[in-house]
């Protein structure tokens, strides 16, 4: 990860498993709002 993905909101900041292991969900549910079409938080 370079600088210039810091500023990239597209960019994520975590992989998929390590998000799992910190959130202690399945990788399902994190994929779920993707899935169901669920609008971004406006930032």
Same mark, same amino acid.
Do not use: I, K, T
């Given at each position: 990860? %370079?600088?210039? +993905?810091? +500023?990239?909101? +597209?960019?994520? %900041?975590? =992989?998929?498993?390590?998000?799992?292991?910190?959130? %202690?969900?399945?990788?399902?549910?994190?994929? =779920?709002? *993707?899935?169901? *079409?669920?609008?971004? !938080? !406006?930032?």
């Amino acid at each position: 990860m %370079g600088v210039r +993905d810091l +500023d990239d909101e +597209d960019h994520p %900041g975590w =992989s998929m498993g390590r998000a799992v292991e910190l959130f %202690g969900v399945e990788p399902a549910f994190l994929r =779920s709002p *993707d899935a169901a *079409d669920v609008p971004a !938080a !406006a930032g």
